[in-house]
């Protein structure tokens, strides 16, 4: 069973910096075989995909609302997702979800989020 752990998250003015982290365990395989990603919930909204990153880590993937200040990249020694949040606007203000998704066995699996709030 794979978990996600998520860590990083806060409280920052806009224009702010954040870098969130998602730590993956619990699984037999490489960790390069899932594909990551990280998606966002903001109060009374819909969960949305943020940011995605193959499982190698060749190709990446934003939401155009962030495009150009956030960067998603992946350590697959240490199995490790980061989320890079640069020029932060209080609309970004969500809890972050870290999700892993295996194409071999067709299961995706979900941490528990991390709050980020940037005050208006």
């Known amino acids: 069973q794979v978990q996600l752990v998520e860590s990083g998250g806060g409280l920052v003015q806009p224009g702010g910096s954040l870098r969130l982290s998602c730590s993956a365990s619990g699984f037999t395989f490489t960790f390069s075989r899932l594909a990551m990603n990280w998606y966002r919930q903001a109060p009374g909204k819909e969960r949305s995909l943020v940011a995605a990153i193959t499982s190698a880590g060749g190709g990446t993937n934003y939401a155009d609302s962030v495009k150009g200040r956030f960067t998603i990249s992946r350590d697959n020694v240490q199995n490790m997702v980061y989320l890079q949040m640069n020029s932060l606007k209080p609309e970004d203000t969500a809890v972050y979800y870290c999700?892993?998704?295996?194409?071999?066995?067709?299961?995706?699996?979900w941490g528990q989020g991390t709050q980020v709030t940037v005050p208006s």
């Open positions: 999700n892993a998704w295996d194409s071999y066995a067709y299961k995706d699996y």
